[in-house]
């Protein structure tokens, strides 16, 4: 089955820096990869997602690059702010008879400092 | 507001009490999910139902029994739990028909004593 790896498990950046994380699949059928954010004590929310026939997505200060040679994916957070300050997690599915078996990496809880 | 609701929101129960989480969704979405989320550890996926039927089962012990009597509810039915299944416990729903994105309720936070 799919096995997903999320690094780092740890970050820290200071406001207005760059903050880079990576995940990577083991399950090449996979062809769907999202992004959730979840703050504390609150739900998982989908921040931006990518699918296999695209290499790279941007949505404002996000921005995912998939390599699927590679199976590997990233979201990248510009011009960080504290309120970027969260648990990520990246996840990988093979969307499948309608629905999505989404696995998900261990997540990365992202610090901002101001 | 993401229209998938969960009850209740923390639960505290002994190991031989039987107990039941609630999930309802009012998104009109076909497939419905429960996810266990333990710290440092990945949401694990635990079951997955489409249209009523469930399409998955990734190994969870039996004393989790997932109900689905229509598409917009979920259960997930306790009994002789562990004190490691203490966990936030996540129901999830999405629409299928092409579209990917799952919507999460806010979980039940379990507390096995």
């Known amino acids: 089955g799919e096995n997903v790896e999320q690094h780092p498990s740890t970050l820290s950046v200071q406001e207005g820096d760059s903050a880079v994380i990576k995940c990577t699949y083991s399950d090449s059928a996979s062809n769907y990869f999202p992004w959730y954010k979840q703050e504390l004590g609150k739900r998982p929310q989908l921040i931006i997602d990518i699918r296999s026939n695209v290499g790279e997505k941007k949505d404002q200060r996000i921005a995912v690059t998939l390599n699927k040679t590679a199976k590997h994916f990233s979201l990248h957070i510009t011009e960080t702010q504290p309120e970027d300050s969260a648990v990520y997690f990246c996840a990988a599915a093979m969307f499948s008879g309608g629905y999505n078996k989404l696995i998900f990496g261990a997540g990365t809880r992202l610090a901002v400092h101001p | 507001e993401t229209g998938v609701t969960q009850t209740p929101r923390h639960l505290v129960m002994g190991m031989t009490n039987k107990k039941s989480l609630k999930c309802e969704q009012h998104l009109g979405h076909n497939a419905m999910y429960w996810y266990k989320q333990s710290a440092k550890k990945p949401l694990e996926l635990m079951f997955v139902?489409?249209?009523?039927?469930?399409?998955e089962n990734n190994s969870v012990p039996s004393r989790f029994s997932p109900e689905c009597p229509n598409s917009s509810h979920l259960f997930l039915h306790l009994h002789t739990l562990q004190p490691e299944d203490s966990a936030l416990y996540l129901c999830?729903?999405?629409?299928?028909?092409?579209?990917?994105?799952?919507?999460f309720g806010q979980g039940t936070r379990l507390t096995v004593v």
């Open positions: 999830a729903s999405s629409q299928g028909q092409g579209s990917t994105e799952a919507f």
């Open positions: 139902y489409n249209f009523k039927e469930q399409t």
